[in-house]
Structure formats: C-alpha cells, structure tokens
C-alpha cells in the first residue's frame, strides 16, 4: 500500500499516461475488399479529456481527504455477518427451540460483548400477551455456523422488556454453576418419517430390537440415518460444540449422540446448540426428529433417555466410599424434585424395563444399568473418585434444569474431610 499518494490519484494517472494506438498501416486482403465501404464516424473524446472527465466523476462526490479515504476503507473491510439469534419458547412442559436471524457487520467473527439485545413477537411463543408482546433476546453463548457462509448461531436468554429482567420461561438464568462441575449428556433420539420410525413398516413393526444397537448395515440402519449423524457430527464440531460421538441405538431407528461440557450452563448452551443443529438439518431430508420418552407406548421397544454423567472437582479429586454412600442418601431423599425436572411422561419410560429403574424408586449399583445410577467399575477401582451417570433424564429433559438440580443435591452433602457445608465445587 502507498502511503505517499492515495488510490484515487494513482488510477487517475495511470489514465492519463494511456493513448490511443493508430492502426496498422499494412491491411489485410478482407480489409482490403471493404476499401469502397464509406467509414463509420466515431468520436472519441481524447486521452486527456476522459481522464479530465473520469476525474472529476469519482472527486465530486467527496473531497479527497485522509478522512474520507479512511472511512471509504473501513466500511469496505468490514463483512455483513448472518446472526440467527436462537431461544427457548414459553410452552410447556416441554419448550420449543425458536430462531430468527438479523445481518449486522463487523470487521471479524462477532464476540459475544458485541452482539446487541433484539426484541421479539413474544405473543407468537407464549410468553406475553398480544397487547404486550415485546419480549428481549439476551445473547449468552455465539458460535460459528458452518452451514451458512459468515454465519454465526447466539444462543439466547429471553428477557422482559427491560432486558435486564429474566423472562417466567428463562430457567437458564436462575440456576446453579460451577465450573468445576463437568456434565455430559447422552441424548438418544428417534428419526421420524410418515408418522413412524425411520425404518418401520407402513403396518406392524421391523424384526425384533437386538441387532440395531451399534448397527452397521443396511438391513439394521437404512440407506440415510447414517449420513445424517455423521453431517451432523462434522456441523458440531465445526461450530465449537464438544460432541463426544454417536451411535446406533436399541430400537430400529433409534441413535444418539454425546454433549461434554465444564459447568452446567456451558454444557446444556451446547446440547441445546446441538438439538438445533439436528432439527434444522433434517429440514432438508424430509425427516423429522422425535424426543418423546416413550414414542412407541407400552410396547417391547427402548424409550429414549439423555442420561446425564456428571463429576465435581471434589468427587473427582477427593471422593470416598464415605462421601459417596451419603451422596447417594441424598439422591434418594431428592427423588421427586428430580423426576419432576427430568422430562415429561418420565413414567412411561421408567418402569423397570428395557435397561431401566422404576421412577418413584432410587437404586445404584455398580455397572448396572437397570439402577437410577450406574456406578463405573472405575470409579470403585479408583477409590470411589471419578463420575457417576444418572440414567433417569428422558430426551425432552431440559439439560439447565437436569444439571441445577444434580449441583443441588450435590451441594447438600457435607465434605467427608473439610466439613464444608457444600460439595458442588
């Protein structure tokens, strides 16, 4: 880049220094034959006057200062960035994830301090009434969307008005957090297609439940399921999300896949991210995705669970069979409130059947993945330090809700060695 003269002024004398070229003296024999042909007149303004003329086009507008020159540049570095500005609705007992995007520009990828509120129709997602319908999106959490060129997904908090306060619907901002709390979540899910599961008969049902966990094959998987999950892989990964993997499930049609995050808002902002991703992109298949609990009824297929592995830096690191023992008490104390956050229709699911434990009663045990916990053998081996998974969240469950309820519980139990009156560290 000069930094002696501007851009303006050397492309101007650049055309200045240009001239016109006479023809060549030697014709051709086609050229010759036309000699007879009167010539056509053209006028041609001179070098000098077009370059005159051009000038004065392009300076009109603006004086030539280092002002203008700068603003003139700024603008044309910046990039228009597509913002889709995604939230959790106001029904219930399940809520519905929502979207709308606005184009703003910024001179690189977006941070989330520059990210503005924006309001919306909040009497179309029932959270207000239509003579007071605004509602506020609070960005909370931005990442990049590999679908869309300069794309970025905001998840959003919904705010009243004011945008300060937190909207009736809005559980992610009133619950517990630590980042010393690790969750991961095992979201398992049914491709719908026609009213069915993917892969089920128009009548009656495909063979057994038995060879579709961890399928490979047509017979077991289908021709798309595949494709899909692995798309949707590659978009998580691509957005910064940390999915940790997937697989074929029990039922035909049925598959999952694994959120991990540091504390329980930045894990439940990437599973909800990652519910998004999954239903925008079966958008295009004509598939749709159902995380009902127990969409097949009372019948000899799997229901769907999102089971929620979750350490803390003192289980992790301090643990003991003796803070354990009272650490399972207290799960059993709290049974109800967390089955009352665990996902609606959780006692269709939770039976005692089909790799679960009744609802309304709490067990553990090593490995076993008919309790309420599953114990690891690793966390015996390791001196009772490490992660537990709680097998009872179902697939609608809402992740902020699940992993707030597991840090109260938590928190309620004294530490075996320090005395602390919480553990959720």
């Not at 007149?41 to 603006?62: D, K």
């Not at 913002?83 to 994830?97: A, F, K, R, V």
């Not at 998580?236 to 999300?241: E, V």
Request: net charge negative; proline share 6%.
């Amino acid at each position: 880049m000069t930094t002696s003269k501007s851009i303006w002024t050397l492309f101007v004398e650049g055309l200045k220094a240009t001239r016109l070229t006479p023809a060549s003296e030697e014709m051709s024999e086609s050229a010759t034959a036309t000699e007879n042909i009167p010539p056509i007149e053209i006028a041609i303004a001179t070098p000098s006057v077009a370059a005159n003329e051009m000038t004065a086009a392009i300076i009109a507008p603006q004086s030539e200062t280092p002002e203008n020159i700068a603003s003139t540049l700024e603008r044309s570095e910046m990039t228009k960035f597509k913002l889709e500005y995604i939230w959790l609705d106001g029904y219930t007992p399940t809520p519905n994830l929502r979207g709308k995007t606005q184009i703003k520009e910024f001179y690189e990828f977006p941070t989330l301090e520059q990210l503005p509120l924006w309001g919306f129709d909040g009497s179309s997602t029932m959270q207000a009434e239509g003579h007071s319908s605004d509602c506020v999106l609070k960005p909370v959490a931005v990442y990049p969307d590999p679908a869309r060129t300069n794309g970025a997904l905001v998840m959003c908090e919904v705010m009243m008005p004011d945008g300060v306060t937190p909207h009736a619907s809005n559980k992610r901002a009133t619950i517990l957090d630590d980042s010393g709390a690790w969750f991961g979540f095992e979201q398992e899910y049914f491709f719908y297609k026609d009213g069915r599961p993917l892969g089920f008969p128009e009548n009656g049902y495909p063979a057994p439940q038995g060879p579709y966990y961890t399928g490979v094959g047509y017979k077991n998987v289908g021709d798309v399921a595949r494709k899909i999950v692995e798309e949707h892989l590659d978009l998580c990964l691509a957005a910064g999300i940390n999915h940790e993997g997937i697989n074929a499930e029990v039922a035909k049609g049925q598959w999952e896949f694994q959120i991990f995050g540091k504390g329980s808002k930045k894990a439940a902002d990437e599973m909800w991210m990652a519910r998004y991703l999954m239903l925008r992109l079966t958008e295009k298949y004509g598939i749709d995705i159902e995380f009902h609990c127990k969409p097949l009824g009372d019948t000899d297929w799997n229901g769907s669970g999102m089971h929620a592995n979750f350490s803390t830096t003192y289980l992790r690191e301090t643990g003991g069979k003796d803070y354990f023992e009272r650490l399972m008490a207290a799960f059993e104390k709290n049974l109800h409130d967390h089955i009352a956050v665990y996902g609606p229709d959780n006692h269709l699911r939770l039976t005692g059947k089909h790799e679960t434990a009744p609802w309304n009663k709490f067990s553990y045990g090593v490995a076993d993945r008919g309790a309420s916990i599953r114990v690891p053998h690793s966390f015996v081996k390791n001196g009772y330090r490490g992660y537990l998974e709680d097998r009872r969240p179902n697939s609608q469950g809402d992740p902020y809700q699940i992993a707030s309820q597991i840090l109260k519980t938590i928190s309620s139990v004294p530490f075996a060695v320090s005395g602390s009156s919480s553990a959720a560290a």
